[in-house]
T-cell receptor
Framework: GAVVSQHPSWVICKSGTSVKIECRSLDFQATTMFWYRQFPKQSLMLMATSNEGSKATYEQGVEKDKFLINHASLTLSTLTVTSAHPEDSSFYIC????????????FGNGTRLTVT | QKEVEQNSGPLSVPEGAIASLNCTYSDRGSQSFFWYRQYSGKSPELIMFIYSNGDKEDGRFTAQLNKASQYVSLLIRDSQPSDSATYLCAVPHGSGNTGKLIFGQGTTLQVKP
Protein backbone atom coordinates (compact mmCIF):
# COMPACT_ATOMS: atom_id res chain seq x y z
CA GLY A 1 0.00 0.00 0.00
CA ALA A 2 0.92 3.66 -0.19
CA VAL A 3 3.67 4.79 2.10
CA VAL A 4 3.41 8.50 1.43
CA SER A 5 0.21 10.43 0.79
CA GLN A 6 0.08 13.77 -0.99
CA HIS A 7 -2.77 16.23 -1.42
CA PRO A 8 -4.10 17.69 -3.64
CA SER A 9 -3.43 15.65 -6.75
CA TRP A 10 -3.86 18.65 -8.97
CA VAL A 11 -4.53 22.32 -8.57
CA ILE A 12 -5.12 25.24 -10.89
CA CYS A 13 -4.52 28.70 -9.53
CA LYS A 14 -4.24 32.23 -10.79
CA SER A 15 -0.94 34.02 -11.07
CA GLY A 16 -0.04 35.78 -7.83
CA THR A 17 -1.90 33.44 -5.52
CA SER A 18 -0.40 30.88 -3.14
CA VAL A 19 -0.90 27.14 -3.12
CA LYS A 20 -0.30 24.71 -0.27
CA ILE A 21 0.57 21.05 -0.84
CA GLU A 22 0.46 18.51 1.97
CA CYS A 23 2.59 15.41 2.34
CA ARG A 24 2.00 12.73 4.96
CA SER A 25 3.91 9.61 5.87
CA LEU A 26 1.27 6.97 6.47
CA ASP A 27 2.71 4.25 8.67
CA PHE A 28 5.99 5.62 9.92
CA GLN A 29 7.38 8.76 11.43
CA ALA A 30 9.47 10.75 9.00
CA THR A 31 11.79 13.23 10.61
CA THR A 32 12.90 14.13 7.12
CA MET A 33 10.89 14.46 3.94
CA PHE A 34 12.01 15.53 0.51
CA TRP A 35 10.34 17.70 -2.10
CA TYR A 36 11.05 17.12 -5.77
CA ARG A 37 9.86 18.91 -8.88
CA GLN A 38 9.50 17.61 -12.41
CA PHE A 39 8.96 19.77 -15.45
CA PRO A 40 7.51 18.21 -18.62
CA LYS A 41 9.87 15.88 -20.44
CA GLN A 42 12.46 16.30 -17.70
CA SER A 43 13.60 14.18 -14.81
CA LEU A 44 13.03 14.80 -11.14
CA MET A 45 15.04 17.43 -9.36
CA LEU A 46 15.35 17.73 -5.61
CA MET A 47 14.07 21.08 -4.38
CA ALA A 48 14.50 20.87 -0.65
CA THR A 49 14.82 18.67 2.39
CA SER A 50 12.13 19.16 5.00
CA ASN A 51 13.29 18.67 8.59
CA GLU A 52 10.84 18.14 11.43
CA GLY A 53 11.13 20.92 13.95
CA SER A 54 13.73 22.92 12.07
CA LYS A 55 14.28 24.87 8.90
CA ALA A 56 14.23 23.21 5.54
CA THR A 57 17.38 22.86 3.51
CA TYR A 58 17.05 24.15 -0.04
CA GLU A 59 18.98 23.06 -3.09
CA GLN A 60 20.95 25.57 -5.06
CA GLY A 61 18.74 27.75 -7.21
CA VAL A 62 15.54 27.11 -5.24
CA GLU A 63 14.12 30.24 -3.61
CA LYS A 64 13.32 29.55 0.02
CA ASP A 65 11.06 32.59 0.28
CA LYS A 66 9.00 31.39 -2.65
CA PHE A 67 8.74 27.75 -1.68
CA LEU A 68 7.87 27.71 2.00
CA ILE A 69 8.27 24.39 3.73
CA ASN A 70 6.83 23.55 7.13
CA HIS A 71 7.42 20.21 8.85
CA ALA A 72 5.41 20.64 12.00
CA SER A 73 4.96 17.01 12.92
CA LEU A 74 6.65 13.68 12.33
CA THR A 75 4.10 12.72 9.70
CA LEU A 76 3.32 15.97 7.90
CA SER A 77 5.27 18.33 5.70
CA THR A 78 3.74 21.13 3.66
CA LEU A 79 5.05 23.03 0.67
CA THR A 80 3.53 26.42 -0.07
CA VAL A 81 4.21 27.98 -3.45
CA THR A 82 3.85 31.68 -2.79
CA SER A 83 2.93 34.27 -5.41
CA ALA A 84 2.77 31.57 -8.03
CA HIS A 85 3.63 32.37 -11.63
CA PRO A 86 3.10 30.34 -14.79
CA GLU A 87 6.72 29.22 -14.75
CA ASP A 88 6.01 27.50 -11.42
CA SER A 89 3.64 25.15 -13.21
CA SER A 90 5.11 21.74 -12.65
CA PHE A 91 4.66 18.34 -11.03
CA TYR A 92 5.58 18.55 -7.35
CA ILE A 93 6.29 15.29 -5.60
CA CYS A 94 7.01 14.71 -1.95
CA UNK A 95 8.85 11.71 -0.62
CA UNK A 96 10.15 10.07 2.50
CA UNK A 97 12.30 7.19 3.64
CA UNK A 98 11.98 5.13 6.78
CA UNK A 99 15.71 5.52 7.29
CA UNK A 100 17.51 7.98 5.05
CA UNK A 101 20.79 6.15 5.28
CA UNK A 102 19.63 2.75 4.15
CA UNK A 103 16.03 2.68 3.04
CA UNK A 104 14.84 3.51 -0.45
CA UNK A 105 12.82 6.63 -1.14
CA UNK A 106 9.07 6.38 -1.58
CA PHE A 107 7.12 9.04 -3.42
CA GLY A 108 3.70 10.46 -2.92
CA ASN A 109 1.30 10.61 -5.83
CA GLY A 110 2.42 14.08 -6.78
CA THR A 111 0.61 17.37 -7.29
CA ARG A 112 0.14 18.80 -10.75
CA LEU A 113 0.22 22.58 -10.38
CA THR A 114 -1.00 24.77 -13.21
CA VAL A 115 -0.71 28.52 -12.80
CA THR A 116 -2.77 30.57 -15.22
CA GLN B 1 29.45 15.00 -17.65
CA LYS B 2 26.06 14.34 -16.14
CA GLU B 3 26.09 12.56 -12.82
CA VAL B 4 23.62 9.88 -13.88
CA GLU B 5 23.19 9.09 -17.55
CA GLN B 6 20.59 7.06 -19.34
CA ASN B 7 19.68 6.65 -22.97
CA SER B 8 16.35 8.44 -23.33
CA GLY B 9 15.13 5.95 -25.93
CA PRO B 10 12.49 5.05 -26.74
CA LEU B 11 13.47 1.44 -26.38
CA SER B 12 10.99 -0.72 -28.21
CA VAL B 13 10.70 -4.45 -27.57
CA PRO B 14 8.08 -7.01 -28.52
CA GLU B 15 5.90 -8.55 -25.87
CA GLY B 16 7.63 -11.47 -24.18
CA ALA B 17 11.14 -10.24 -24.96
CA ILE B 18 13.81 -9.12 -22.52
CA ALA B 19 14.17 -5.37 -22.11
CA SER B 20 17.58 -4.12 -21.06
CA LEU B 21 17.88 -0.66 -19.55
CA ASN B 22 21.26 0.84 -18.82
CA CYS B 23 22.60 3.56 -16.56
CA THR B 24 26.05 4.97 -15.85
CA TYR B 25 27.03 7.19 -12.96
CA SER B 26 29.97 9.46 -12.34
CA ASP B 27 30.52 9.26 -8.57
CA ARG B 28 32.76 6.27 -7.98
CA GLY B 29 31.92 6.41 -4.28
CA SER B 30 28.20 5.72 -4.81
CA GLN B 31 27.02 2.80 -2.74
CA SER B 32 23.34 2.37 -3.55
CA PHE B 33 21.39 2.41 -6.76
CA PHE B 34 17.70 2.61 -7.45
CA TRP B 35 15.40 1.91 -10.36
CA TYR B 36 12.03 3.63 -10.49
CA ARG B 37 9.22 3.20 -12.99
CA GLN B 38 7.14 6.23 -13.92
CA TYR B 39 3.97 6.05 -15.92
CA SER B 40 2.96 9.17 -17.80
CA GLY B 41 1.44 11.71 -15.45
CA LYS B 42 2.19 9.65 -12.35
CA SER B 43 4.86 9.77 -9.68
CA PRO B 44 7.80 7.34 -9.67
CA GLU B 45 7.34 3.89 -8.22
CA LEU B 46 10.27 1.97 -6.76
CA ILE B 47 11.09 -1.15 -8.77
CA MET B 48 14.40 -2.29 -7.36
CA PHE B 49 17.43 -1.20 -5.44
CA ILE B 50 20.87 -2.75 -5.33
CA TYR B 51 23.88 -2.15 -3.13
CA SER B 52 26.32 -4.93 -4.00
CA ASN B 53 28.12 -5.86 -7.19
CA GLY B 54 26.43 -8.56 -9.18
CA ASP B 55 22.83 -9.42 -9.85
CA LYS B 56 19.71 -9.01 -7.78
CA GLU B 57 16.53 -10.65 -8.96
CA ASP B 58 12.93 -9.87 -8.03
CA GLY B 59 10.31 -11.60 -10.12
CA ARG B 60 10.70 -10.55 -13.73
CA PHE B 61 13.18 -7.83 -12.81
CA THR B 62 16.93 -8.20 -12.43
CA ALA B 63 19.23 -5.37 -11.43
CA GLN B 64 22.90 -5.70 -12.32
CA LEU B 65 25.61 -3.60 -10.73
CA ASN B 66 29.23 -3.23 -11.77
CA LYS B 67 30.91 -0.66 -9.57
CA ALA B 68 34.25 -0.94 -11.36
CA SER B 69 32.60 0.14 -14.59
CA GLN B 70 30.18 2.51 -12.79
CA TYR B 71 27.33 0.84 -14.54
CA VAL B 72 23.94 -0.40 -13.37
CA SER B 73 21.31 -2.05 -15.49
CA LEU B 74 17.76 -3.30 -15.22
CA LEU B 75 16.55 -6.34 -17.12
CA ILE B 76 12.86 -7.01 -17.54
CA ARG B 77 12.06 -10.55 -18.62
CA ASP B 78 8.88 -11.52 -20.41
CA SER B 79 8.09 -7.88 -21.10
CA GLN B 80 4.43 -6.96 -21.02
CA PRO B 81 2.62 -3.98 -22.55
CA SER B 82 1.94 -2.84 -18.98
CA ASP B 83 5.70 -2.43 -18.54
CA SER B 84 5.60 0.44 -21.03
CA ALA B 85 6.76 3.43 -18.99
CA THR B 86 9.78 5.58 -18.30
CA TYR B 87 12.42 3.93 -16.15
CA LEU B 88 14.50 6.19 -13.95
CA CYS B 89 17.90 5.31 -12.56
CA ALA B 90 18.84 7.15 -9.36
CA VAL B 91 21.88 7.44 -7.16
CA PRO B 92 22.10 9.16 -3.78
CA HIS B 93 23.80 12.49 -3.59
CA GLY B 94 27.39 12.41 -2.43
CA SER B 95 26.32 12.35 1.21
CA GLY B 96 24.85 8.89 0.72
CA ASN B 97 21.47 10.06 1.99
CA THR B 98 18.99 7.89 0.12
CA GLY B 99 16.40 10.64 0.32
CA LYS B 100 18.51 12.98 -1.78
CA LEU B 101 18.60 11.26 -5.11
CA ILE B 102 20.12 12.29 -8.39
CA PHE B 103 18.01 11.00 -11.23
CA GLY B 104 18.92 10.19 -14.78
CA GLN B 105 16.79 11.50 -17.60
CA GLY B 106 14.96 8.21 -17.81
CA THR B 107 14.57 5.64 -20.58
CA THR B 108 11.18 5.28 -22.20
CA LEU B 109 10.28 1.65 -22.78
CA GLN B 110 7.64 0.62 -25.27
CA VAL B 111 6.48 -2.98 -25.20
CA LYS B 112 4.54 -3.82 -28.33
CA PRO B 113 1.88 -6.54 -28.28
Amino acid sequence: GAVVSQHPSWVICKSGTSVKIECRSLDFQATTMFWYRQFPKQSLMLMATSNEGSKATYEQGVEKDKFLINHASLTLSTLTVTSAHPEDSSFYICSATRDSLNSPLHFGNGTRLTVT
Amino acid sequence: QKEVEQNSGPLSVPEGAIASLNCTYSDRGSQSFFWYRQYSGKSPELIMFIYSNGDKEDGRFTAQLNKASQYVSLLIRDSQPSDSATYLCAVPHGSGNTGKLIFGQGTTLQVKP
